[in-house]
């Protein structure tokens, strides 16, 4: 394989450290940022250092696009001029919804990695950075399946979870989950600095739980901000969401109601329990065979609906026929149960589906 990354920073670093050690994969690589691609090289990342994105796209059957989100369209455009008919190109940005509807192309596939660290740069890539990483990807009913396929294994192949979701769901749940997060960090100690220091005094030293909450507090604006802008109008409902809960939580400590604090704390608990329950294999992966149309965004239809109902695809494969009039996709499924549901919804679809 042939592989372009575009933005060698580290999550475009890991993408080419990890595609060269598992598919040995060749990788030609292009930054904007002057030296980032020759310190890629020097660090053994990548196998071509390129002057430009044409250059990079030579040969490629897939192109990843790892710079940040306020480049990402112009970016994609840019790659998509140069790359192949049948090359396909995916990128990494935490926001989907206005880069999958700046970009229709049919060789495009919408990706987000739910992988980072607290270092940045190619200097910091590593190729197990991605390892049993949910990584999402966001087709439409105008993706070419066969691309998405090799996408979709690319991913399988560097150790993550691939996972189908909607740009606009995926969104909303980023806005919850990630950028809400960095928000409530910096409210967090904006507050805790005003109020801490109306006095005078020096400002005391911050307890565990403040740490904890504040982490992320002050994170690189020069991707942060692109981030919030890009996820606004999600960002927009949370944050009126947060202002409703926290009225709730005020007035019940303004009329000093226990009973409602304690049990507003207890689920609090319980829906934490609930949110990072670590996911466990359901079981030995199975194969289903579902029998479709030959026609535009079946892939894609597949995928979603099943990601939708949280059913992950292990791996796939496509088998069309013959005549090219129809075909086979082949989903390899975790779990008995899941499996027989994913029939279920297939069959519901429309699409003939039946246990290998």
């Known amino acids: 394989m042939v592989l372009a990354v575009i933005g060698v920073g580290l999550v475009g670093g890991s993408v080419a450290i990890a595609a060269r050690e598992r598919l040995g994969a060749t990788v ?82 919408g990706g987000h990695p739910l992988a980072g660290a607290e270092t940045a740069g190619v200097q910091n890539a590593r190729g197990d950075l991605f390892d049993d990483a949910t990584w999402y990807l966001t087709p439409t009913s105008k993706t070419d399946g066969m691309l998405f396929e090799r996408v979709h294994r690319m991913i399988v192949a560097l150790g993550a979870r691939p996972a189908s979701i909607e740009a606009a769901n995926h969104d909303r749940v980023m806005a919850d989950v990630s950028h809400l997060p960095h928000i409530l960090a910096n409210v967090l100690v904006g ?46 409902e949370e944050v009126d969401g947060v202002i409703a809960r926290l009225q709730t939580t005020r007035d019940a400590l303004a009329s000093r109601d226990g009973a409602q604090l304690t049990a507003w704390n207890d689920r609090a608990a319980a829906d934490r329990r609930r949110l990072l329950e670590v996911r466990t294999p359901a079981g030995a992966v199975q194969e289903l065979r579902v029998a479709v149309p030959n026609r535009a965004g079946v892939v894609a239809e597949v995928a979603l609906a099943l990601g939708r109902a949280g059913i992950d695809i292990v791996d796939m494969a496509l088998y069309p026929s013959t005549d090219m009039r129809d075909g086979v996709i082949a989903l390899w499924i975790a779990g008995e149960a899941p499996t027989q549901e994913a029939a279920r919804l297939m069959v519901e679809l429309g699409f003939p589906a039946s246990p290998a």
């Open 191 to 236: 507050q805790a600095a005003a109020s801490l220091a109306d006095d005078g005094q020096p400002i005391p030293a911050t307890g565990p739980s403040f740490r904890a909450a504040t982490r992320v507090a002050g994170a690189n604006s020069a991707i942060w901000t692109d981030i919030y802008l890009s996820n606004a109008e999600a960002l927009v």
């Open 28 to 109: 030609r690589a292009y930054d904007g940022v002057e030296g980032v691609v020759a310190l890629a090289a020097q660090r053994g990342a990548v196998d071509v250092a390129c002057s430009s994105i044409e250059e990079a796209l030579e040969g490629a059957e897939i192109a990843v696009v790892a710079t940040p989100v306020g480049a990402l369209s112009q970016t994609l455009l840019a790659v998509l001029a140069a790359a192949s008919p049948d090359c396909a190109v995916t990128d990494v940005g935490s926001t989907k919804r206005l880069v999958v509807e700046a970009i229709s192309d049919p060789r495009f596939i």
